[in-house]
């Protein structure tokens, strides 16, 4: 059986992030939701300050850090586990400063390579995640033609990042990979993504995904004008991926709805653990017991 995944709740302080953008943006409102979702059963919380819903334009750094920093300052301060989500080394120190123990860098450290320096010196945890452009042209490059398609592709360009990554000086056990489930990915990348995770997981890191609410789940979920189904409508496909990816022996999962994804790992934890003797010759028992 494997090892139960970390929950890593979503906290987006944007105004315009594609699952839930505005809801959170005032400081007071991302530090109460991030308290739910703790309650809710989360491991860390993903505190992020800039969008990257496709065609999405960049903030200011400031507008970033104003966004970010007081509420990892909050949550850290009532003892949760902080990550933050940022490209940019600045917003990373000033993170790590306010307490985040986790550098979620959804480029992989190519938006800005000082990003490494910082989580080299700070010695905290950085999710590397595959990335090959800015929100606003990432769709130029959902391109993988090349011999083993995605899962390939996504596995040779996160092993480069790995080997960036280390000569920056991060520590291996500091590092974890991520397939980027929807960044330059069509709906059927992100799907061959999912269905082989192996190759990636073969890179002896542990592996985070994220597939909460993302299009790939809408459009599989359309009705039948062809409709993509409303972000906030696609939890129960994510509560799906969630048990199978716990099954798989990921590391980690990145979700907004952490009271459903913790709903779903215990069950898999309760039946993961059932030995089987006790299962076999019960029988006249109904559904309650
Ligand atoms: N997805 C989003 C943002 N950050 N970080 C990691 N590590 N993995 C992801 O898949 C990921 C991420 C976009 O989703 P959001 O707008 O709902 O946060």
Partial sequence: MARTPVLMGVV???????????????????????RELLADGADILD?????????????????ELGRVVPVIAALAQDGATVSVDTMRAEVAAAAVAAGATVVNDVSGG??????????????????????????????????YDGPGGVVA???DELATRVEAILAAGVAPDRIVL?????????AGHSWELLQDLGPLTALGYPVLVGASRKSFLGRLLAD??????????????????????????VWGLRVHD???????LRVVER???TPAAQTRGTTGRGAGG
């Avoid at 952490?258 to 779903?264: G, M």
Wanted: charged share 25%; glycine share 10%; aromatic share 4%.
């Fill in 271 to 273: 039946l993961g653990s």
């Fill in 110 to 143: 190519l938006a800005d390579p000082r990003i490494l320096e910082v989580v080299a010196e700070a010695g905290v945890r950085y999710v590397a995640m595959h990335w090959r452009a800015h929100a606003d042209h990432m769709r130029d490059f959902a391109v």
């Fill in 224 to 249: 039948p004008s062809g409709t993509a189904r409303p972000v906030d409508q696609r939890e129960h496909a994510n509560t799906a991926i969630t048990v199978l990816l716990a099954q798989r022996g």
């Fill in 258 to 264: 952490v009271r459903a994804a913790r709903d779903a």
């Fill in 153 to 155: 592709a996504v596995r």
């Fill in 47 to 63: 505190i992020g300050g800039e969008s990257t819903r496709p065609g999405a334009t960049r903030p200011l750094v400031e507008e």
């Fill in 12 to 34: 987006n302080v944007t105004p315009d992030s594609f699952s839930d953008g505005g809801r959170w943006l005032a400081p007071d409102a991302a530090i109460a939701h991030g």
């Fill in 178 to 186: 991520d397939p980027g489930l929807g960044f330059a990915k069509k």
